[in-house]
């Protein structure tokens, strides 16, 4: 099971092909390691120190942060200001691999627009989510300026 989950965190990896990459936990270390040896010109930062509101110091904005044993540990509303302020800082992309019924609830990361990608039946269950600045929020036909405060309505009526 754990060449699985090996092979998954690899695989987002390869899709991201990350230049500036994050890692936070020992897996996440462990493969970034890696990829950095195999790709020369990725920029690898670890956030091994969490400041008490769980933030880690972010100097840059990274294409991919893979986080492993991390969030498990921290208590709710830390886990959840980590990976807040890892999307808001401009991540493009975040991978986490979860314990299941661990830190973070399954709403939790919905609510920060995560999306589960694969779940391991090991001991302990695992689960990867991942999130995607491009693809988070689809884009809808109603959301655009052309349909904002009724422009047919300019000048026929006042409220």
Known sequence: MATQVRNSLMDVLTA????????????????????????PEVELAE?????????PTLSQPHDLALITDVVATLPREQGLLLLGHIRNFGTQQIAVLNEEDQGLTFNDYISLGFVRQAR???????TLFTYNIANYNRKRDWNNPKNWANPEMWDKARW
Request: glycine content about 8%.
């Open 47 to 55: 956030a091994q120190q969490l400041q008490p509101q769980g933030e």
């Open 120 to 126: 391991f039946d090991s001991d302990p269950v695992l």
């Open 16 to 39: 991201c092909q990350p230049r500036r990459l994050l890692v936070c936990g020992s897996l996440a270390a462990e493969l970034g390691a890696e990829w950095a040896k195999a790709q």
